[in-house]
């Protein structure tokens, strides 16, 4: 026997299975279960991987970045300057950024200004210089005729100029030696092979575990003021095109931080554990995680992670003061309020 399949017969079989795998598809109640498509992220840390970036890898391990249908790659930033380099050319979605350092960067001639900021992580600017208490440096003053250590694009070297006019020494009477990689920093003041390190105080603990020495911190916002810390940028074609991406990305963040900050004992043996942190201790990741809770909370009236205009206005007046910056720049220039989640 002889079996023809009709264009009928074909039709009919195929609204059959078409039924059949919408009913699959279907949560009994006529809405559609089907997960959301993942995008893949990736994200410049701020210097390297410290303690200090423990949030993205809370947010990440506790699976809220794909409760929001993101895959986040964290990939090694190397200061304010080169992570807006990665941003631009394409080479990361979301780069950690030192505010200050952007602005000089936006409004230096030929300066980057493909990027907004979209969420604040530290409401207080971390810059410091920690030296050996032996050294005999206890002021920023001693700091003239000394040895010092900077990251090449970074917000010490980037600011300073300032911070040397502001504190009464000449900023041209230390010597500098450049490390690309943060965390070599505190051997090479261990070795003496410099006089006093850039850094960011929450990791001064971490400082003391390598140098077994007592410590001296310069925090340079005992002379700059009320500058703000690192925020989360993206190029201005992301967050005029994405702008439901980011806000996505930025509310899993701003939990993780919200957590790291709660729970820094968790938060320091979640970020100790990740394959990008390369087996760093975790005793050392809790200590930052802990000292960074004063660079978050209690400064701004406004909630987690959100940057206030006024605040804002505040900083940038006080590097036109201190004559970092050119007059002109408004905080509508480099930041999207709006985008933070």
């Known amino acids: 026997m002889t079996l023809v399949l009709t264009r009928r017969r074909l039709l009919a079989g195929a609204a059959v299975t078409a039924t059949a795998a919408m009913t699959a598809c279907d949560d009994g109640e006529g809405s559609a279960s089907a997960q959301p498509e993942v995008e893949k992220v990736s994200i410049l840390s701020g210097a390297g991987f410290q303690g200090r970036e423990a949030p ?133 003041l261990a070795q003496k092979r410099v006089d006093a390190i850039s850094q960011f105080v929450p990791a001064v603990e971490s400082v003391r575990t390598v140098a077994k020495q007592d410590l001296v911190t310069l925090p340079f916002t005992d002379y700059i003021g009320d500058l703000h810390g690192s925020a ?44 990008e942190t390369q087996g760093q201790p975790p005793a050392a990741a809790v200590a930052e995680v802990k000292a960074l809770r004063a660079y978050v909370e209690g400064i701004s009236d406004g909630p987690l992670g959100h940057f206030n205009e006024a605040r804002m206005a505040k900083n940038i007046a006080i590097l036109q003061a201190a004559g970092t910056i050119p007059v002109g720049l408004t905080p509508g220039d480099i930041i999207a309020p709006d985008l933070v989640g």
């Not at 409401?123 to 000394?146: E, H, M, W, Y």
């Not at 095109?241 to 820094?264: C, M």
């Open 56 to 188: 993205i890898f809370v947010a990440r391990s506790k699976g809220w970045f794909s409760e929001v249908g993101l895959e986040v790659q964290v990939l090694p930033g190397k200061g304010t300057t080169s992570n807006l380099q990665t941003l631009a050319g394409g080479q990361a979605t979301f780069a950690t950024v030192d505010v200050n350092g952007a602005m000089i960067e936006f409004t230096r001639n030929g300066g980057i200004k493909d990027f907004r900021l979209t969420s604040v992580l530290h409401q207080r600017n971390l810059a410091c210089f920690v030296a050996l208490k032996s050294s005999g440096i206890a002021t920023p003053r001693d700091l003239a005729g000394r040895t010092l250590s900077y990251l090449p694009g970074g917000i010490n070297y980037l600011l300073f100029s300032t911070y040397a006019r502001l504190a009464g020494f000449d900023s041209s009477k230390v010597k500098w030696v450049s490390n690309p990689i943060a965390t070599q920093h505190a051997a090479m």
């Open 232 to 275: 989360i940028g993206v190029t201005t074609e992301t967050a005029r095109n994405k702008p439901d991406l980011v806000r996505r990305f930025n509310r899993a963040l701003l939990r993780g931080l919200e957590y790291a900050i709660s729970h820094p004992e968790e938060a320091g043996q979640i970020y100790a554990a990740e394959k």
